[in-house]
């Protein structure tokens, strides 16, 4: 019968109940069992393209039962980011983590990092009256060694080696210039001052309504590699605050995805940068904080966060305390505020004027110039 045809198609249904089908088609038997295997195919389909099962790989998708409900070109894509994940993996940047999910691999993540600080240092290079924020760090004591200029770097040329390799390059090519960035190389020296350094962004949902979700992680990679290549002993804190904070590490927050959760738990984020820079007393102390709203949550005794909207008056002061007893260790501050909306700008600039710090309006397309050039801006200083 239809009935015990339609069971078989799908027995995991409740087949005891009864609804009336209504409708200006009717369905003969033969339709009436396509359209039940047609809508069990597409239920597979959606279990392999959402590929939340252990050890999912984007050929597990069935390309002849996407061709049959969406069409050729649906299966010529799927057959595309198909190669696209094998050669992703091939060539190293993607990785299996224990539960057998890809993610990005190290060298995925130092490839990313080299790129978004690349872009960086073209907005700083590009921003008027900022081209001293290439002269970061402290150069100490001569090494006798001497390496290629990086970004960031404030040693003196290797005179002779950057010639020499100006000479070199235009010997096999007298295309380009006399001088490139590629010959230049620098003195190696030991570095002589050391900075602790909190960087918290704001991961509420608004982050990602209003466009700063991407802009957000692309910072936060620019700002990682700079100190892992060039500032190796400072020690950087990344710390995510919406509802709740957290420490995470760059391969957790590029990962990051959006979650619909109300609260900008800044005090939280505070306690939890707060505990980093005590560690590191005898470094400079900097704590960075990327927002594009006022504060909306704060952490009771108990562990509990909670939310208001308008702000409590409570969680406004459990914030302003704990930015005092950082500003009161010597912890300077800068505040990257995204957006104008007035209630944010008004607690913002009260609380850099109470704190002695500053505040960065730079806009989606300056965040990361913005977040770097203050860091370096901050070493220098204190160099």
Not at 135 to 154: H, I, K, L, N, V
Not at 343 to 361: P, S, W
Request: glycine residues 10%; contains cysteine; proline residues 4%.
């Amino acid at each position: 019968t239809l009935d015990a045809q339609l069971q078989a198609l799908r027995p995991g249904e409740d087949w005891q109940g009864s609804e009336r089908f209504r409708g200006q088609n009717p369905l003969g038997l033969g339709e009436g069992a396509q359209a039940m295997a047609d809508l069990s195919e597409l239920d597979a389909l959606a279990e392999q393209l959402a590929q939340s099962y252990t050890g999912a790989r984007a050929e597990d998708v069935d390309l002849d039962a996407l061709a049959r409900q969406l069409g050729d070109e649906a299966r010529v894509d799927a057959r595309r980011l198909a190669e696209l994940e094998r050669e992703l993996e091939r060539n190293g940047f993607f990785e299996r983590a224990p539960d057998g999910s890809l993610r990005l691999s190290p060298k995925a993540m130092r490839r990313l990092g080299s790129q978004a600080l690349a872009d960086v240092a073209d907005a700083l290079r590009s921003r008027r009256g900022e081209r001293d924020l290439r002269r970061a760090g402290a150069a100490g004591e001569p090494t006798g060694a001497s390496r290629q200029w990086e970004f960031g770097d404030s040693e003196p040329w290797d005179v002779p080696r950057t010639v020499r390799n100006a000479v070199l390059r235009r010997a096999t090519s007298s295309q380009g210039p006399l001088l490139s960035v590629e010959d230049v190389e620098v003195v190696d020296t030991e570095q002589r001052a050391r900075a602790a350094v909190a960087l918290c962004v704001d991961t509420s949902w608004s982050m990602v309504q209003d466009g700063h979700w991407v802009p957000m992680k692309r910072t936060a990679l620019a700002l990682h590699h700079l100190v892992r290549t060039r500032f190796r002993s400072d020690a950087l804190e990344l710390i995510t605050f919406g509802r709740q904070a957290q420490r995470v590490d760059i391969a957790q927050l590029t990962g990051l995805a959006g979650v619909w959760e109300q609260g900008t738990n800044l005090h939280h984020a505070l306690l939890l940068a707060g505990r980093h820079l005590r560690r590191h007393p005898d470094a400079a102390q900097v704590l960075l904080v990327v927002t594009d709203g006022e504060p909306t949550a704060h952490l009771e005794p108990d562990g509990e966060a909670v939310f208001s909207y308008p702000p409590l008056p409570q969680t406004l002061a459990l914030t302003v305390r704990e930015m005092d007893g950082l500003t009161r260790n010597g912890t300077a501050v800068s505040i990257v505020m995204l957006g104008h909306e007035p209630r944010l700008a008004g607690f913002v600039h009260a609380l850099a004027r109470r704190c002695g710090g500053r505040v960065l309006e730079p806009g989606v397309d300056g965040l990361g110039a913005a977040v770097v050039g203050d860091y370096l801006r901050h070493r220098r200083r204190r160099a």
